[in-house]
């Protein structure tokens, strides 16, 4: 609840998992009752974000669209996800490149496709292909992440609950301001390197990997 100067509220203000914030020639005639969550950490000009019901349901959305990419594709994501701890430096240079060079190549790919007019329909196809890859590469990483975090589980759901650790760990990167940013944006183009350097998971670089 946030009340400005010319702000009033005539009976009790009462603020949930949000609080109150009055400016000096706001005014409050009734009580003022500020009932802060768990999770309500944040600190005047402070860097560590405060999670709102839209960060937590964003969350949750973001887990969810992961989980089923990993019931879909399992086998390729967690190769991929094995296949992030090596090559580190080759990888996030080419995911930096592609990132670096997307917008460019998609403007002039646009313009080409347009040219023809048939090739209309391609152009959505660019930015598609590229938040899919993308996103599953995100998916592989946050596994990573999360198995790195909380070691070696037992089981085959044990990769769901990596998947939860390193999804929420990806996600407060997000929220977090500059620095957080930073982060994630270099997470994002090593994800995508991850993804283009193994061909999403291919076969052919699953059977190498068995032979070896």
Same mark, same amino acid.
């Given at each position: 609840?946030?009340?400005?100067?010319? /702000?009033?509220?005539?009976?009790?203000?009462?603020?949930?998992?949000?609080?109150?914030?009055? @400016?000096?020639?706001? *005014?409050?005639?009734?009580?003022? %009752?500020?009932?802060?969550?768990?999770?309500?950490?944040?600190?005047?000009?402070?860097?560590?974000?405060?999670?709102?019901?839209?960060?937590? !349901? /964003?969350?949750? $959305?973001?887990?969810?669209?992961?989980? $089923?990419?990993? =019931?879909?594709?399992?086998?390729?994501?967690?190769?991929? @996800?094995?296949?992030?701890?090596?090559?580190?430096?080759?990888?996030?240079?080419i995911g930096f490149l592609i990132t670096l060079l997307f917008i460019p190549v998609s403007i002039v790919l646009s313009v080409l496709f347009a040219i023809t007019i048939i090739g209309i329909v391609f152009i959505p196809f660019i930015f598609i292909a590229y938040?899919?890859? *993308?996103?599953?590469?995100? %998916?592989?990483?946050?596994?990573?992440?999360?198995?790195?975090? *909380?070691?070696?589980?037992?089981?085959?759901?044990?990769?769901?609950?990596? =998947? =939860? $650790?390193? *999804?929420?760990?990806?996600?407060?990167?997000? !929220?977090?301001?500059?620095? /957080?940013?930073?982060?994630?944006?270099?997470?994002? +183009?090593? +994800?995508?390197?991850?993804?283009?350097?193994?061909?999403? /998971? @291919?076969?052919?670089?699953?059977?190498?990997?068995?032979?070896?």
């Amino acid at each position: 609840i946030s009340i400005k100067d010319s /702000g009033r509220i005539d009976g009790d203000a009462v603020g949930i998992l949000g609080g109150v914030e009055k @400016s000096p020639n706001g *005014t409050i005639r009734g009580e003022i %009752v500020d009932v802060n969550s768990p999770v309500d950490i944040k600190r005047p000009n402070s860097l560590i974000p405060r999670l709102s019901y839209g960060d937590m !349901i /964003g969350l949750f $959305v973001s887990y969810a669209f992961a989980f $089923v990419a990993l =019931l879909i594709a399992p086998d390729r994501i967690m190769l991929m @996800s094995e296949e992030s701890r090596l090559k580190i430096g080759r990888r996030f240079g080419i995911g930096f490149l592609i990132t670096l060079l997307f917008i460019p190549v998609s403007i002039v790919l646009s313009v080409l496709f347009a040219i023809t007019i048939i090739g209309i329909v391609f152009i959505p196809f660019i930015f598609i292909a590229y938040v899919l890859v *993308t996103f599953v590469g995100m %998916v592989a990483v946050q596994i990573a992440l999360g198995k790195r975090i *909380t070691g070696h589980l037992e089981g085959r759901n044990s990769m769901y609950i990596h =998947l =939860l $650790v390193g *999804t929420v760990l990806v996600y407060v990167l997000k !929220i977090v301001p500059i620095l /957080g940013w930073l982060a994630y944006f270099m997470l994002s +183009a090593y +994800a995508v390197g991850v993804a283009v350097d193994t061909r999403l /998971g @291919s076969s052919n670089l699953r059977k190498r990997a068995a032979d070896v």
